[in-house]
């Protein structure tokens, strides 16, 4: 009799301590701008790779059909903070309609994370991205080094009012600001969108015949740019330079085809900001700023941007 109460309570003990051993789940939402593209889908990836990494750790990656669609990014942040997640992690499309919107969330006591594009929001856990104005200064800079100081260039940009089509533009004018021969004769919305930067692009070919070099803020417009310049077989006559380094776009560098891109490494961004989402969830300490880089990518190194 002895012998068999202690089996079972040997026995007992072993499954009280499995049951303590279990790991809780973590759930982690991350919320981009779309995913409608193929820079989005490589922050995906870094950012279910990193996932993966911790056991425990489920996450869901959502986001609305486009960029511009604002208030369907509103409403995925309502309905993660009815869930009680453990922490969002979060690419505003819009400050003014994203932030009421995260109060709420620290409200409830759900940390946040905000990456690719930083939000004055003095709430957040942490901001993990690239330097958006010195990317645009690079690409600025290569332009001006590329036309040798003078001629006419424009620039499609993001949605207005999104601080990292903002913060992109800026350092694209400190670039060329000083050069005395390069003039800046538009600015026009693209809204990230490559079948809009193709139409602006049309539009700029016809309104400026002198036009010698565009920057575009991300490559899905840069690509649309090359498409309509393409088309009326400009190729080689305007230099056209995007940011993001999309697979597509550094191709396109490598083909002669695009001038020049800014890489941000979408996987880094990704992997980032699920590591702080997750340390921040266990209640852990994060870095305030997490800088995941940015480099230009010429003909001369699209080789090692592929592999």
């Not at 922490?87 to 994203?98: D, S």
Request: charged residues 20%; aromatic residues 4%; neutral net charge.
């Amino acid at each position: 009799m002895k012998t068999l109460i202690f089996i079972a309570l040997s026995a007992a003990l072993v499954m009280c301590c499995g049951c303590g051993s279990q790991t809780k789940t973590v759930n982690i939402t991350l919320v981009a701008k779309a995913l409608d593209s193929e820079w989005w889908q490589r922050v995906k990836a870094g950012a279910e790779a990193a996932a993966k990494a911790h056991p425990g750790v489920r996450l869901a990656v959502l986001a609305p059909d486009r960029e511009v669609n604002i208030d369907q990014q509103v409403s995925i942040l309502e309905d993660q903070i009815t869930k009680r997640v453990a922490a969002l992690i979060v690419a505003p499309a819009g400050a003014v309609e994203v932030v009421p919107v995260l109060d709420r969330a620290h409200a409830a006591g759900i940390p946040v994370v905000i990456f690719d594009t930083d939000v004055n929001w003095p709430s957040k856990v942490s901001f993990v991205g690239s330097d958006n104005r010195r990317a645009g200064q690079i690409a600025g800079e290569y332009i001006v080094k590329t036309l040798g100081g003078k001629g006419q260039v424009a620039v499609i940009r993001g949605i207005l009012g999104v601080l990292t089509h903002e913060d992109r533009l800026a350092g694209f004018r400190d670039a060329i600001g000083n050069t005395g021969g390069i003039h800046c004769v538009a600015v026009l919305p693209g809204n990230s969108e490559r079948a809009l930067g193709m139409s602006v692009m049309e539009d700029l070919l016809t309104r400026y015949p002198d036009l010698l070099a565009v920057f575009a803020t991300n490559d899905q417009m840069a690509l649309g740019a090359v498409e309509a310049i393409a088309a009326r077989n400009l190729q080689g006559k305007i230099a056209v330079v995007g940011i993001d380094a999309t697979r597509e776009a550094v191709r396109a560098v490598k083909a002669g085809r695009l001038a020049g891109d800014v890489a941000m490494y979408p996987e880094t961004l990704g992997r980032d900001a699920v590591e702080a989402a997750v340390k921040a969830a266990r209640g852990e300490p994060v870095e305030k700023r997490i800088h995941t880089g940015q480099a230009l990518v010429t003909r001369e190194n699209a080789d090692s941007f592929l592999r």
